[in-house]
T-cell receptor
């Protein structure tokens, strides 16, 4: 069965510092990978996704993630975070041939001034 | 477009009462999902509709939970009778997808925070 693991439940980081949020998945078939962000008291919003092609994908607000098939990872990175990036980040996977998102348990990013 | 609309935003009720949560998907979207989010279990898929038809309800916790989608613009999730362990945030999401397989972005509503006393 497929699964998604986000090992870090909370990540505190100072403003303008770099950050990496880790995501590993397990699946025996081709996968499609997503990062969603949830700001306080809001629903989830798509941040970026990998479907095919270049293994490095970027979002409009400076985040990037790299699909690494050999390590079954899809870590999210940002070289310099802002206070406004404080939110919960969810990694998700869909297996080829299904509709069902499997979400990780989330990583709460707290950016400190 | 107004996005996915959910009501109410907050609901406080007593154990044993019936609770109805409502969702209006984005116009033109054909797939609708109900999720439950708790600290302990994270985000769980409860039920999935495609073209108003329930496709997968394997995530519905038990018979106390039921969901309907009478038309393309409205869905309800009902809990009867409610219990304290049902306290959670319930999200509705929609996608344009017409089929069972899709990598479409899911558009989430703001959620309903349910507290059962």
């Amino acid at each position: 069965a497929q699964s998604v693991t986000q090992l870090d439940s909370q990540v505190p980081v100072f403003e303008e510092a770099p950050v990496e949020l880790r995501c590993n998945y397990s699946s025996s078939v081709s996968v499609y990978l997503f990062w969603y962000v949830q700001y306080p008291n809001q629903g989830l919003q798509l941040l970026l996704k990998y479907l095919s092609g270049s293994t490095l994908v970027e979002s409009i607000n400076g985040f990037e993630a790299e699909f690494n098939k050999s390590q079954t990872s899809f870590h999210l990175r940002k070289p310099s975070v802002h206070i406004s990036d404080t939110a919960e980040y969810f990694c998700a996977v869909i297996n080829s041939g299904t509709y069902k998102y499997i979400f990780g348990t989330g990583t709460r990013l707290k950016v400190l001034a | 477009d107004a996005g996915v609309i959910q009501s109410p935003r907050h609901e406080v009720t007593e154990m044993g009462q019936e609770v109805t949560l409502r969702c209006k998907p984005i116009s033109g979207h054909n797939s609708l999902f109900w999720y439950r989010q708790t600290m302990m279990r994270g985000l769980e898929l409860l039920i999935y509709f495609n073209n108003n038809v329930p496709i997968d309800d394997s995530g519905m916790p038990e018979d106390r939970f039921s969901a309907k989608m009478p038309n393309a613009s409205f869905s309800t999730l009902k809990i009867q009778p409610s219990e304290p362990r049902d306290s959670a945030v319930y999200f509705c999401a929609s996608t344009p997808s017409r089929g069972s397989f899709s990598t479409d972005t899911q558009y989430f509503g703001p959620g309903t925070r349910l507290t059962v006393l």
